[in-house]
């Protein structure tokens, strides 16, 4: 059974303070690998994909990375508007049908 | 391009009594999904469907049926709502095979009294 947990549940910091979200994950087959924002009262919005271990994505301030085994989200000097619940996702099924999302860590940056 | 829409946006409901949720998307996409938000539970599959005519079950199938007439939409039913249904729905699609990205409505709150 595909499965993904996330840590911390949920994380406060203060403004320029940078940090880490982890994301841990058991699957057969990875297709994919995916973070998303969520801001409250609204759908998830999507952030990066990664596909295989070694791999590296950046936006801003936000840099993913992949592991056989794990995801981390880096948060470098976050501001406030950086506030928001991060979710990470696994694609996995012989046709990428499988979507399989964690809990979410939701992030707090106080200015 | 509207993306994912959700309809209705917010609803009350009577123990018992039923509803649709649709979701329309105009990009074209083979698959879509239904999941349930809760808090501190993360975002639960409820059915999902990789083509028209197709559905399949979830984590959390139970008390929700689901129809994928056209393409475009996919409907969500509840027969006889119960207060364990109170809940925030996200309708989700993609464009279907591997490493493609979801894409999401703005969620519809349910709540059943």
């Known amino acids: 059974e595909d499965q993904v947990t996330q840590s911390p549940e949920a994380l406060r910091l203060q403004e320029g303070e940078s940090s880490s979200l982890n994301c841990s994950y058991t699957?057969?087959?990875?297709?994919?690998l995916f973070w998303y924002r969520q801001d409250p009262g609204k759908g998830p919005e999507f952030l990066f994909t990664?596909?295989?271990a070694g791999e590296e994505k950046e936006k801003e301030r936000l840099k993913a990375t992949l592991t056989k085994k794990e995801s981390f989200l880096h948060i470098t000097a976050p501001k406030p508007e950086d506030s928001a619940t991060y979710l990470c996702?696994?694609?996995?099924?012989?046709?990428?049908?499988?979507?399989?999302f964690g809990p979410g860590t939701r992030l707090s940056v106080l200015p | 391009n509207a993306g994912v829409t959700q309809t209705p946006k917010f609803r009350v409901l009577k123990t018992g009594q039923s509803m649709t949720l649709l979701c329309a998307q105009d990009?074209?996409?083979?698959?879509m999904y239904w999941y349930r938000q809760d808090p501190g539970m993360g975002l639960r599959l409820i059915h999902y469907?990789?083509?028209?005519?197709?559905?399949a079950k979830g984590e959390v199938p139970d008390g929700y049926n689901v129809s994928r007439l056209k393409k475009q939409n996919f409907l969500l039913g509840l027969e006889s709502a119960a207060p364990s249904q109170t809940s925030v729905y996200f309708c989700?699609?993609?464009?279907?095979?591997?490493?493609?990205?979801?894409?999401f409505g703005q969620g519809t709150r349910l709540t059943v009294v």
């Open positions: 996702a696994v694609q996995a099924g012989s046709y990428g049908q499988n979507f399989v």
């Open positions: 699957v057969s087959g990875l297709r994919g």
């Open positions: 990664l596909y295989s």
């Open positions: 990009m074209n996409h083979e698959y």
């Open positions: 469907s990789v083509g028209e005519g197709t559905t």
């Open positions: 989700a699609s993609l464009l279907g095979g591997a490493g493609t990205e979801a894409f």
